[in-house]
Every structure is written in C-alpha cells, then in structure tokens.
C-alpha cells in the first residue's frame, strides 16, 4: 500500500502534466516523423515545465500555498481527460498507417534484459531521504518554499543564491505529501528521458539499440534521492528533441512550419538553466546550431524570450541584489558576497578533488562514428557532436561526473551505437578465424560452400549474442541493486528511524533538537542531517555561517558570540568533539544536554557580558 500510494500520486500528476503538455504540443505542426510514445513524454516533460513556471509564479507573490498546487493538478488532470480520447484515435491512425516489424528473438530477450535493468530504478524511490546534497540544501530549501509559501534568500544553506526551479517540485510535493515523495519527482525525470532515449533509438536506428541506450541510462541514472540532475538532463534532452523536430520540419509551411519548436526548444534549456548552473555551457554549442539555419531576428528574439521565461527571475534577483547574477560562481569576476575567497578556493578544490572517469558503459561513444548508422543518420551524427562537445568541455571544467549528468541520455543512446560497433568488430574476427579453418579443409566437396555460409551467418549473429550477453549481465547486477534497494525501503516510523539512524550520520542528535529545541542551533561538521534537525539551523564550511568565523573563539567569548546571535544549542559528531573542547574554559559555558549515535548536543549556558 505503501508504494502504491505513492505511484498512484505520481501517475496523476503525470497524466496532469500531459494535459498541459498535449494543450501546448496541438497548437503546433505535428512531428516530421511522428512518434506517439516520444510525443507523449515530450508532452508530459513540457507539462513539468509549465508546473515549474507555474510554482515560481506563485512562489514570486507568496500564493505558493497547497490550494493552490491542488489546483492547477485538478485542472491539468482535467485538461488531460478531455483530450485522451482524442490522443487514443490519433494514436491508433498513426499505427495503422505504420504497423510495426515483429519482433526478433534477440529483441524480445533485449527488452526482458531492459524491464530486469529498470527493477531497481522503480523500487529505489521509496527509501527515505539520505543521500547528503539533498539533506544538505536540495529537502531543507524546498521544505522551506513549501511552509512560506514565497521564494527567499535563506543564507543558513549552503547556496542560498542558486536557481532552484525543479526543487520547486520538490516543495510541491511537500505540501502534498511525505519526503519521499520528491523522489518520485527525481524518477520521473529519469524514466521520461528513458523514455525518450528508447523511441529516439528506435527511429532512427534499432530496438537493440534502443534497448542498450536505455539500458545504460538506465543504470547511470540514481532514482533514490531528490537531486536535481535527472531534472536537468530530461530538459537538455528535450531541447535536443524540439531542436531536431524544428530542423527537419518543411520549409515551404509557415514561419518554416516549426517555428514553434525551436521555441519549445529554448524553453525547455530555459528550465534546466533555472534549475542548474552547468546547463549553461550548452547554450553555445546551440547558438552555432541555430545559426547555420535561422538569423531572422524575429526568431532570435523567440528564442530568448521562451529562454528567459524559465529562469530569468533567478538570474536577474542575483544581479540585483549581489551583482552576480550566477552567484557565488561568478564571484571572481562580479566580486564576492556571502563567499570569501578562500570559500571559492575551498570549493573549486572540492571538485577536483572529486574528479574521475564517468562510467566505463560511455566509454564506446568513441567508436560511433565508425557505425553505419553514423553515415546514415543526420540525427546520429548531431547528437554524437553533442556528446563530442560536453565530454570536452568537462574534461576543460570540472572532471566530475555528476557534472556530466546532463549529458548522459544522449551519451548512453550513442554509446549503445559503439558497443554495437564494438561488438561488430567481434563478430567480423570470429567469421574470419572460421574462414581460416575452412581454407584448411578440403576445397573440392560441396560442403564447403554450404559451410562457408554457415559459418558466416553465425559469425554474423555473434555480434547480437555478445550484446544481448552485455544486457544479461545488467539485469543480474540490477536484480542483486533491487534487493538491497527493497532493504532500505521504511514503511514504518520505527522502521524508518532506524533506516536512517544507520545511513545518516548525527539523525538521532537532530531529530531530538527538532522536536525539543526552542531556540536557535548551530551545527558543525553535520550537514548532511540538518534536513532532520530544527528549521532552520547554522553552519557550514561555507558562507556567512562559517566554522573558522566561531573556531579561534575562547569557550566564553563563543558562548557570547553565539548567545548574542540567538543561539542556544551546538550540534557536533564526537570525532569534532576534542577539538571544540579544547578551549579555554569550555566546560564554564557549554554543558551536554544529549549524547547518541555518535553525536552531541551542547547547552550554552549562559556568559557574563
């Protein structure tokens, strides 16, 4: 029941956000080449947009209030049930006019292989929230959108100035549901882009294509937590998408006939940039895109319109009130604020210090360009340049992998055409060692011919049997995930406390403070838990609130220093604990009040002025 509540809250709003998305898509030029199941997840991605700009609308004026989330889902789900039948008749045109190919042997066991690959993607949501970005700001920001009911500058997190669009989704489903319900937010931006990468591949390639590019995002992709980079990817995916659709559209109709598409083109970069810093560097390589076919500036001024529609309100609040519009990464060249420029240092450190090779299943995207399907297909070849231009502009920048998360749809669809070149090479050196053994045998029999062919259709078929054995050992590695995906799942309070006693370093320490606390806490070094702690709560190794502003304090000009601020607790695990009470009469103006797991909660008592 547990599961079923929350799928069966997630399956409204998606039929809610396709009401809105196939509201938006009919007003436009159908497709040139129509696909139902890629139109759908356009129309259901498009509709996650609208909701975005919706909530941030609201949020802008203080009317972000569940009255109001509850309405505009009634009315989407509405809106969808009025235009299903509709859809259901179009659909049903579509595969008459097309009847699809039966199925091979290996497509049947590719697509099982598939369905075995998405077990963990669709039990993983259920857990509870661990995972640190999302306890660190990712939860507590849209946990505080969703009880104000407005946007705010709130410089107890670590990035109080960041563009916060899908945690708008987040806040949502706050103030609808539990927190585990922004996981399936999380899903569902992963399972659309699946969506889209499987029909993608089935245009304009194959199904074992299709298959393996879904198969590989499928197990890039983390559905246990409520980041924000599956968002991101699914909005730079769709861009791709109506880029495409509005560069093969005819252009002896209106306005080039998909006028429209590059605008929803621009919208959908415009939602990943308002929700993300790195979606912006795609914006060049889609300029020079647009470029090369579109300089009228009526459709320039389209573009920057439906862009900016998104995200500028985060950008232009920064520039107003900081002069950074991309704050705090901006810093060195628009000045600093709540960041110093150690904090900037420490930070850039931080990810080089997290800098390694994505996962190995991309690394074939290398040898697409060696497929036939690259000579065939325009749409192979521009969505190889793209993945050629992101993995260059990540090897420049970070060399993290989450920061190439928005790129992994397109990636994983690419590197499926290598793994079949790959694969393909195989199958032509085991047809050549047959053809050694057959020139050893006796050239005169009739036989010969016959094996000859034989051989090299069996040769042929190596290839397919290698890629459907890659496939097999995902689903293995997926079903042994399930499991330990189906351990974490907490139906139960007690359950659930222990769930997160186990994963969350400081949970017990917090969740006393939140329910015994009457005054303000500061934290240190726990900030993967203050999601479970007091709203709001300080500290960090960044920003206005940070820990070396407090370390070389006395215990009684700390006990001051943060008394005069409000304070009445400090929060910290027992490995900082010699190092906080090391100081000078610390034990005068700090007493434990609670001890467990690990962790401490220190009562300031109160100092002489």
Not at 2 to 27: D, I, P, T
Not at 107 to 127: D, F, S, Y
Not at 182 to 192: M, Q, R, S, T, V
Not at 194 to 207: P, Q
Request: glycine content about 8%; overall charge positive; charged content about 15%.
């Amino acid at each position: 029941m547990f599961a079923a509540a929350h799928y069966a809250a997630l399956a409204v709003f998606v039929f809610s956000c396709w009401g809105y998305g196939r509201a938006l898509l009919g007003r436009m030029a159908p497709p040139p080449r129509r696909d139902a199941g890629l139109e759908a997840a356009m129309a259901v991605a498009l509709g996650v947009g609208l909701f975005i700009c919706a909530f941030q609308a609201l949020a802008i004026f203080g009317a972000f209030k569940m009255g109001a989330t509850v309405a505009l889902v009634v009315a989407g789900f509405v809106a969808a049930a009025i235009q299903l039948p509709s859809w259901l008749r179009e659909r049903r045109a579509l595969r008459a006019n097309e009847p699809a190919a039966p199925w091979t042997y290996f497509e049947r066991v590719a697509m099982i292989a598939l369905a075995l690959v998405a077990l963990p993607a669709l039990v993983a949501p259920l857990a509870p929230p661990i995972a640190f970005d999302e306890l660190m700001y990712h939860l507590p920001y849209a946990r505080q959108v969703a009880q104000q009911g407005s946007l705010g500058i709130h410089d107890w997190l670590r990035y109080p100035w960041f563009p916060y669009n899908y945690n708008l989704l987040y806040a949502a489903a706050l103030q609808v549901g539990d927190d585990v319900l922004p996981h399936f937010l999380n899903a569902l931006a992963g399972a659309l882009s699946v969506v889209m990468i499987f029909r993608l591949g089935i245009l304009h390639a194959n199904r074992l294509t299709a298959c393996i590019g879904a198969a590989i995002w499928l197990g890039l992709g983390d559905y246990s937590n409520a980041l924000i980079d599956m968002g991101v990817a699914l909005f730079v995916l769709s861009a791709c998408v109506a880029l495409w659709w509005w560069r093969e559209s005819e252009p002896g109709k209106p306005a080039h006939g998909g006028m429209r598409w590059l605008g929803v083109a621009a919208f959908c970069l415009g939602v990943a940039a308002g929700s993300k810093y790195q979606a912006l560097i795609f914006l060049p390589l889609v300029a020079l895109f647009v470029i090369r076919h579109e300089r009228r500036p009526q459709a320039w001024a389209l573009v920057f319109v439906c862009f900016l529609i998104p995200c500028v309100y985060w950008y232009a609040r920064n520039a107003v009130m900081t002069g950074d519009p991309f704050n705090p990464i901006g810093a060195r060249v628009f000045g600093f604020t709540e960041w110093t420029p150690a904090d900037y240092v420490q930070q850039v450190a931080d990810v080089r210090v997290h800098a390694e090779l994505p996962n190995a299943l991309i690394w074939s995207v290398f040898f697409a360009p060696f497929s036939v399907l690259w000579k065939r297909s325009a749409a192979v070849r521009a969505a190889g340049w793209f993945c050629l231009y992101s993995v260059v502009v990540w090897v420049v920048t970070s060399r993290y992998p989450r920061y190439l998360t928005a790129s992994f749809p397109l990636l994983a669809a690419i590197a499926a055409i290598g793994w079949q070149v790959l694969f393909g090479w195989a199958a032509s050196g085991v047809r050549r060692m047959f053809g050694a053994k057959e020139k050893t045998q006796d050239a005169g029999t009739v036989a010969t011919g016959s094996m000859s062919r034989d051989t090299a259709r069996s040769g042929a078929r190596a290839g397919d049997w290698v890629l459907v054995l890659l496939l097999a050992v995902l689903a293995a590695v997926s079903v042994r995930q399930t499991a330990v995906k189906v351990s974490m799942v907490s139906i139960t309070p007690e359950a659930r406390d222990a769930v997160l006693r186990k994963h969350v370093p400081g949970y017990a320490v917090m969740d006393y403070l939140r329910r015994t606390a009457t005054g303000r806490v500061y934290q240190i070094a726990l900030n993967e838990a203050i999601y479970y702690g007091p709203n709001p709560i300080w500290g960090d190794t960044l920003g206005p609130w940070r820990y070396t502003d407090f370390g070389r304090l006395s215990g009684g000009d700390l006990a001051r220093k943060l008394g005069g601020l409000g304070f009445v607790a400090v929060v910290l695990p027992d490995s900082v604990v010699p190092v906080f009470s090391a100081r000078v009469d610390f034990d005068k103006y700090f007493a434990v009040e609670y001890e467990k797991d690990g962790s401490r909660v220190y009562r300031i008592l109160p100092a002489a002025p």
